[in-house]
């Protein structure tokens, strides 16, 4: 079970990066610039971030498995749709169907997972589930790089037949979980929070290129607080919120969310910084890159599964999250200290990504393991929704962040100074996170049996298929 929707995660995750090296193709195909291009990227963080907590919240309703096998097809549809895209604004069109497919997988993967997964066996599961995720996205230029040498449209191609195999194995074998019996979600919650983040989302992605004071930048934000307002008032005062008010009480849920949150604007603004400095300063090739940022990916599995549980159990997941978040930093510090123009990888590429991917493997599932193992059965979709929705929002601001602060230099030594404040920029996100992690999660420092909870694993109703 836990393979079978960890592939999913891993198609979702790894969308929201793998096209970035494919862009220029793109570009040179449909005959358009990088600025119409964005919205490839856009459309599906945009449509990610919004429909996660409402398609969170109808899953808990409806049995879950059958949630994920929709998901999963819609996904697969979309990158089917993409893949034969004839114009730009074609594919931009298939990459909502991708991220709505994706925001119905995410939350009833990790649905699943808790829900069949024995207390004291959670937390493992959540990292599990976590790091496959994380190194889904932080691979995305590696597997980029590779099918974008044969075209880009297999950038996209290769969903199909991954997600075919999930489809199938996931239809004879996952075991069979009935939702929860209640009321139909606030339908007027679920358009104010999907506008307040969709808004939210599409200023933070855009707010570079229409200018961060202009009106429209200015006004967009102002509608996104008025709808998160008003969804908050409404949240308190409805009987039937669209979040369960419980769900929000839950130990530690909301303190983890938002280290979450500051985190993963670390690893976004991270990562697009290593593959533009290598791509646009070093002039190296996609692939070249991708190879090049391929060992830090390859420490998440490793410290996440071999190291985290241990850590845990000793020390609780303040310490932890901390001590992830401070080695990334340690990471992002040594590239600002030492990267110059000289194509030196081994002296100063390759110890920054290292530490950084060890700060993930370390700090990610941490949190995610605190944020989702101390929720109620009943709204285990819907809180998994959640803190995904703020690590979306924490990604798109730490892109939009980066932008901004590196902006097009005009030389290489313009570049390097850019690109230097850039880093500093991430080092401070993720020193605030580490800070945040000692301070809103040391009431949870020692969990239980890291991961318990107090519900019961539900008995599985009518087994595997």
């Known amino acids: ?107 009833t993967s990790l649905g699943l997972v808790l829900t069949t997964t024995a207390p004291e066996r959670r937390g493992s ?52 979980l009935p939702g929860h019996a209640g009321p139909r979600p606030d339908v007027v919650g679920a358009v104010l929070v999907t506008g307040a983040v969709a808004l939210v989302t599409w200023a933070l992605v855009d707010g ?59 690893f976004g603004a991270m990562l697009l910084s290593i593959v533009l400095w290598q791509q646009q300063v070093w002039h190296w090739s996609a692939l070249r890159t991708g190879f090049a940022v391929a060992p830090g990916p390859l420490m998440v599995p490793l410290f996440s599964f071999f190291v985290v549980g241990g850590l845990l159990r000793k020390w609780g997941p303040a310490i932890v999250a901390a001590a992830g978040c401070a080695t990334f930093a ?36 941490t949190l995610m393991t605190a944020a989702t193992t101390s929720l109620p059965e009943s709204s285990a979709a819907t809180g998994s929704a959640v803190i995904n929705m703020a690590r979306q929002i924490g990604l798109a601001i730490g892109v939009a962040l980066l932008v901004g602060v590196v902006g097009a230099p005009a030389s290489p030594s313009g570049a390097l100074g850019a690109f230097r404040r850039g880093w500093l920029v991430v080092t401070v996100l993720a020193v605030t996170a580490a800070v945040l992690s000692v301070t809103l999660l040391r009431a949870g420092a020692r969990p239980r049996a890291v991961g318990a909870s107090p519900a019961t694993t539900p008995a599985l109703a009518g087994g595997a298929r």
């Open 1 to 107: 079970m836990l393979a079978i929707v960890c592939t999913g995660v891993a198609l979702a995750s790894l969308d929201l990066f793998v096209v970035n090296v494919a862009l220029p193709d793109m570009g040179r195909q449909f005959g358009v610039g990088l600025d119409r291009l964005s919205w490839v990227i856009s459309a599906y963080a945009i449509t990610y971030a919004s429909l996660l907590v409402v398609l969170g919240r109808v899953a808990d309703r409806h049995a879950r498995d059958r949630g994920f096998l929709v998901g999963v097809a819609t996904f697969v549809a979309g990158s089917s749709l993409c893949a034969a895209a004839p114009t730009a604004s074609f594919l931009i069109a298939a990459r909502v169907v991708q991220a709505a497919g994706a925001a119905l997988l995410t939350p």
């Open 125 to 176: 599961a959540v990292r599990a589930w976590t790091a496959i995720g994380g190194l889904a996205a932080a691979i995305g230029p590696v597997v980029g790089g590779l099918l974008v040498t044969l075209s880009w449209r297999w950038v996209f191609v290769i969903n199909v037949p991954v997600g075919a195999v999930a489809l199938v194995l996931g239809w004879r074998l996952l075991p069979r």
């Open 208 to 266: 570079t290129s229409w200018g961060w004071t202009s009106t429209r930048t200015v006004g967009t934000f102002v509608a996104a607080i008025v709808a998160g307002v008003a969804f908050a008032w409404r949240s308190a005062v409805q009987c039937n919120p669209l979040i369960d008010r419980g769900t929000l009480r839950a130990a530690g849920f909301i303190s983890a969310s938002t280290v979450a949150a500051v985190f993963t604007a670390a």
């Open 330 to 365: 340690a990471g992002t510090l040594w590239w600002l200290v030492a990267i110059t123009l000289d194509r030196s990888y081994a002296a100063t590429l390759l110890p920054g990504i290292l530490l950084t991917g060890i700060g993930v493997g370390l700090a990610l599932p």
